[in-house]
């Protein structure tokens, strides 16, 4: 679909899987909420179409324009629109109805368990903090049965730690309802946390989508998130805990990595994010070393990250990872496409439980 608002311009065409979390990733300005407003209907394109589920919501060949009331898509704002004269129960309440015809599927009391409102339904939302109205807003909204629900930064007005706290909340809606989201966020950690497909916007343009583990090893991520954000990121599988160490072992390709094992169990699937400074390269199995993780992999390509430093891109087994090295220990390691090596792994962020 296209717009032009006076020197700003929108040209992006992309899709949003179902079920799953699908982000809009791109700095303040990329006009990620705007193609938001588009979708919702609360703006116009100037020109192409909009689907979902099939049925043409928008379509300026065809003259097609289905009114924001009747999209059945629900919409959480930055700043969440919650009534201050009405209660929690209200404010839910008045989400069912303005719920479509079709019949209830999504109940008052799953969505009171799954958000964790039982505590707060007769208060008023002046006497709630950031977090929890956040939960409301998030509560109406899919008691209005929507088909479609849009999360713009849903996170952006609370604090580190009402983040952390909130954020299990929004995996629990990912991964319990069959219902296709679609996430506005500057903020890489939601993407890695939350994201089941991705979409990078820049300058109203789609630079790339698709799954995150792809998209970590390409360049108009890299472009994005920049030097120190550059890394792969990949899921693995949870083999075993210690609970004396605290640590999980979780299977990436054919190797393991120890992580912090708090709230894992064996067979979760979790999402790991590996910084390329943070891998060092190895032409010899390591020993007597510190670092506890290590993989065995080859070398899949070589590119300029700097004038001085190079790319590394390794396989370790089906997962692919990125290490940075200085062009002169490229040169001294005599490294090459197909070479086996090791990966020594100093760091490794665990990001959540994947979908």
């Known amino acids: 679909m296209q717009l032009r608002r006076g020197d700003f311009s929108i040209d992006a065409r992309f899709d949003a899987p179902s079920p799953g979390i699908t982000a809009l ?50 919409y959480v704002f930055q700043d969440l629109r919650l009534f201050p004269h009405l209660t929690v129960s209200g404010n839910l309440e008045y989400g069912l109805r303005r719920a479509r015809a079709a019949a209830v599927r999504i109940q008052f009391t799953r969505i009171v368990e799954l958000l964790g409102l039982g ?9 709630l903090s950031g977090g929890e109205r956040q939960r409301v807003a998030l509560g109406r909204a899919l008691l209005s049965q929507p088909r479609l629900l849009l999360l713009d930064e849903p996170l952006s007005a609370i604090d580190v730690a009402k983040r952390s706290e909130l954020l299990p909340y929004f ?92 709230g894992l169990r064996s067979g979760d699937t979790v999402r790991l994010q590996l910084l390329a400074r943070d891998l060092i390269l190895a032409t010899e199995q390591p020993r007597a070393l510190s670092v506890r993780n ?11 990250d700097s004038p001085h430093n190079l790319l590394v891109r390794v396989d370790v087994g089906g997962a692919q990872l990125l290490a940075r090295v200085t062009a002169a220990a490229a040169q001294e390691l005599q490294l090459h496409v197909g070479q086996a090596l090791w990966v020594l792994v100093k760091s490794v962020t665990l990001r959540g439980h994947a979908l």
Request: negative net charge; hydrophobic residues 45%; charged residues 20%.
């Open 25 to 74: 990733f791109g700095p303040s300005g990329a006009g990620k909420s705007t193609l938001m407003h588009l979708l919702a209907g609360l703006a116009k394109p100037d020109s192409g179409s909009i689907e979902l589920d099939g049925e043409r919501l928008y379509d300026s060949a065809q003259r097609v324009d289905v009114p924001a009331p009747v999209r059945g898509i629900g």
């Open 171 to 262: 995996e629990r809606l990912r991964d319990e309802l069959a219902l296709p989201m679609i996430l506005v966020t500057h903020l890489f950690e939601d993407v890695v946390r939350l994201a089941t497909h991705v979409v990078l916007v820049e300058s109203g343009r789609v630079l790339a989508q698709g799954d995150l583990p792809t998209l970590s090893l390409g360049p108009g991520l890299r472009a994005l998130l920049g030097v120190d954000g550059t890394g792969a990121v990949i899921e693995g599988r949870v083999d075993s805990r210690d609970a004396a160490s605290n640590l999980a072992r979780v299977r990436v390709g054919d190797g393991w990595l120890l992580v912090p094992g708090a």
């Open 294 to 304: 290590q993989l065995r992999g080859s070398i899949l390509e070589l590119a300029a």
């Open 119 to 127: 505590a707060l339904l007769q208060r008023r939302t002046w006497q």
